[in-house]
């Protein structure tokens, strides 16, 4: 599959997919457009794509729901497979095992270029304005209009030692500063800190649209010291090019569509929030967050602004975080030298828990181990993780069962999890933003962990055969069943 290099690529295999849908009516930024992008995600419609948006310049549009699940028949990943160079058919296997290699091989570092599209037209001081964007107010009761829900922010250590991309998300306070979520122990909270403790304000470069990969790397938890930059590169097989901002000494990639740039504040004085979120609720709280300063913004010709519009599943929180949250499980465990199969975090679970499939033949490769034992040693990977703020709940299951099919695993979870046995119980570091805990665990950023062995018994200690059509007929009863299906 060839690289999609930029957002109209992308926009184009969407297309011939069947999976876009132009609004060419005018529609109001003031909630219309968040509902209608909610109702694409909830009936699994094509990617609504807005060109005359109320009080936005003409020929600037905005695209919803760019990394959702697909309506293309048969191909329900099909946005998040083309995202990451691979075949629109890609199962969710297939992601995983392609995002967690990458990560086996040596970063692939970008490459600098000296001009790019997103330079044909620059906005410095008082034209560095979000006046004519996009800037929908996306859920009813939310602090403000949104302005990042799927674009990158770029951010470097004072020494240069370390860039980050993340996504965090971001509202607008006016036309010229914005406020969001700043929060340890994410890289961008560390990155700002080193700034904050210098009593300087960070330079930022907040990129919309581009490498359709971008948001999902950029949501990746990967480990500190690990760049975004060259991982991408090392996953997509070539380096990716990047351009020199106007007004900070960032870099940013050349794909971009909008490149916003300026300083975040050393004091957190902004009030952020409170937004529809991934748990499916909207929190009432607010929180002191620091605030950005627009100094430039430089764009394409009728740039396209990516948008998400969180709440219950499934968005691209949920495809974003959960699949590449299972990759680097999935790479953490293999490193460990554990036989884990596959890792998954169900979409439908709101990102509130994890599944690891354990290889059928892990008693040959750690003989002598109980069940128990090996729940242990994967909980205790997971604990030593960065990514573990991130998991209330892990269930620990033999691969036979396809944890990314809803149907099966929910068999899978209510026969084989002892109701009160079988677990290990233990306290840990928790992103606030996960609503299964009290407010008090929520603001100390602390509360329990749990993982449930669920793993069967060896066929030698009277393992019982699963009772469905692939598993309790003879394969060729099967294939005799299958060939004469429609006679």
């Known amino acids: 599959m060839a690289r999609i290099k930029d957002l109209r690529a992308y926009l184009d295999a969407l297309d011939a997919l069947g999976d876009l849908r132009t609004v060419d009516r005018l529609v109001d930024p003031d909630l219309e457009v968040g509902a209608i992008i909610r109702r694409s995600y909830e009936t699994v419609a094509p990617a609504p794509l807005f060109t005359h948006i109320k009080g936005t310049a003409p020929g600037f549009r905005l695209l919803g729901a760019p990394g959702a699940l697909s309506s293309a028949p048969g191909r329900p990943l099909a946005r998040i497979a083309l995202s990451l160079g691979l075949d629109s058919s890609a199962n969710a296997r297939e992601i995983v095992d392609a995002l967690a290699e990458a990560r086996t091989r040596e970063p692939l570092p970008p490459v600098l270029v000296d001009s790019a599209p997103c330079k044909q037209n620059i906005l410095l001081g008082e034209d560095a304005s979000l006046a004519r964007f996009p800037t929908p107010l996306l859920h009813d009761g939310d602090g403000g209009p949104y302005v990042n829900t799927w674009g990158t922010i770029v951010a470097r250590t004072p020494d240069g030692s370390f860039t980050n991309w993340s996504i965090a998300r971001i509202m607008m306070i006016d036309d010229t500063h914005m406020t969001g979520l700043v929060l340890h122990p994410q890289h961008i909270a560390q990155v700002w800190q080193q700034w904050a403790d210098r009593g300087e304000p960070m330079p930022f470069a907040l990129v919309q649209g581009g490498e359709p990969a971008l948001p999902f790397i950029s949501g990746m938890p990967l480990p500190d010291g690990v760049e975004e930059a060259g991982y991408l590169g090392a996953l997509l097989g070539e380096p990716l090019e990047l351009v020199r901002c106007e007004t900070v000494d960032l870099q940013v990639p050349a ?24 748990a499916g609720y909207r929190p009432s709280e607010t929180s002191l967050q620091p605030v950005y300063t627009i100094e430039a913004i430089t764009h394409r ?19 974003a975080t959960g699949l590449t949250l299972a990759a680097e499980v999935l790479t953490a465990l293999r490193a460990a030298g554990l036989p884990i199969t596959s890792a998954w975090e169900p979409f439908d679970g709101a990102s509130h828990f994890l599944v690891v499939s354990v290889a059928a033949d892990w008693r040959d490769t750690l003989p002598g181990l109980s069940t128990g034992d090996l729940t242990q040693r994967i909980t205790d990977v997971i604990a030593a993780q960065r990514f573990e703020a991130l998991i209330p709940r892990t269930f ?23 109701p009160t046995g079988r ?17 008090d665990e929520r603001h100390t950023a602390t509360g329990p962990k749990v993982t449930y062995d669920a793993l069967l018994p060896s066929t030698e200690a009277g393992r019982e055969p699963r009772s469905s059509f692939r598993f309790i007929f003879p394969k060729e009863v099967q294939r005799r069943v299958l060939d004469h299906w429609n006679d």
């Open 255 to 278: 794909s971009a569509e909008i490149v916003i740039e300026g300083h975040l504040s050393v004091e957190r004085t902004g009030i952020e929030g409170p937004m529809g979120e991934f």
């Open 301 to 319: 010709d009728d740039p396209i602004w990516p948008t998400v519009v969180e709440g219950e599943p499934v968005d691209e929180y949920h495809t």
């Open 396 to 418: 620990v299951l033999d691969d036979d069962v396809d944890a990314s099919d809803t149907g099966e695993l929910m068999w899978a979870l209510a026969t084989r999890v002892h």
């Open 423 to 439: 677990r290990i119980v233990r306290e840990g570091t928790v992103l606030p933003l996960l609503s299964v805990y009290t407010p």
